[in-house]
């Protein structure tokens, strides 16, 4: 009984040297209050502020024009005119055009060395046109790295009348162009057509293609 006696007692002191030799941080129990959280911090990426043009909501649109008109058969002069348009829709649009031009001398009265087919007064061209805008990829249009300005190609085309050596000729008119905004009311535009119309001034009855090349500028109202 004796003997068992002390091997209690010796299991009880070691038990007890073991407890003194583990750290008291083990035992010890976390208190909720005691903890130290982080504040969670949520970083934005910067966001550059851009500025961009857009054309006014109005739907009319006039301008002037100028440039470069080849007339068959009578050489190339400037041509200048003047536009007004509505757009029906984003898509569309339809345009009146105004336009004048010169005629120049044929072939034949350059060779004969005077012979003239045309009086001075008979030589101004003029023409007038009605037609339908498709505008196609808009877009815009970079310059450098800090102006982006609105802009985009279309098509055109519509029928019309030119008038020039006592006559008035029937005139189918196609062309694309590009139309650049540079403010939200200025826009250049950019355009190539061709007028085609049938005439026999030369002798024989023949269909004209007469390629014009103009920009301008339009404003929005």
Known sequence: ?????????????LMLSI??????????????DE????PLVIREDDRRQVDV?????????IGAYGG???IEDFGSDTVVGVRAAYHVTEDFFIEGVYGQ??????????????ARLLTDEERDFTYYNLSVGVNLFPGESFLARRWAWRGGLYLIGGIGSSEFGGDELFTYNAG????????????????VR???????????EETKHNLEISGGLTIFF
């Open 19 to 32: 407890t003194l030799l583990l750290p008291q941080a083990s035992f010890a129990a976390t208190d909720p």
């Open 68 to 70: 470069i008109m080849s």
């Open 194 to 204: 061709d007028h085609v119309f049938s005439s026999d001034l030369l002798g024989s």
């Open 1 to 13: 009984m004796e003997s068992r006696v002390q091997h209690l007692h010796v299991a009880i002191k």
């Open 35 to 38: 903890l130290e959280l982080e």
């Open 176 to 191: 694309i162009g590009y139309r650049l905004a540079a403010t939200d009311w200025l826009a250049f535009r950019f355009d």
């Open 101 to 114: 031009s010169t005629l120049g001398e044929t072939s034949f009265e350059t060779l004969s060395g005077g």
């Open 53 to 61: 043009d857009q054309i006014d909501s109005e739907d009319f649109e």
